[in-house]
């Protein structure tokens, strides 16, 4: 497993980017959507600043759990994320 620095790196960015995915296809549809895209970047907002206290949580839970298991668990729900996300993005377009 890459560092704790590395996964804060990471989910800071593929937030932002899905964010920024969002706002494009608000752009794209002319506002057709905007209130289902809002609603999509306020979650994926949440979603990071708690993905991000999990991180930061784990220093003062650190000898009750496993780190591997415990980091590989906040990865395994970035990725569901980013995947929900474009799925959510990919209907509109439909």
Do not use: P, W
Not at 85 to 90: G, K, R, S
């Amino acid at each position: 497993m890459a560092s704790i620095r590395e996964l804060k790196k990471d989910i800071h960015y593929i937030t932002n980017e899905l964010i920024i995915e969002c706002l494009v296809a608000d752009v794209m549809y002319k506002g057709k959507h905007e209130s289902k895209l809002t609603d999509l970047a306020t979650k994926l907002l949440t979603k990071k600043k708690e993905l991000l206290s999990r991180i930061n949580e784990y220093r003062r839970i650190k000898n009750e759990t496993n780190a591997k298991t415990y980091f590989k668990s906040i990865q395994n729900e970035l990725h569901n994320l980013v995947k929900e996300t474009l799925d959510e993005v990919q209907k509109l377009e439909k």
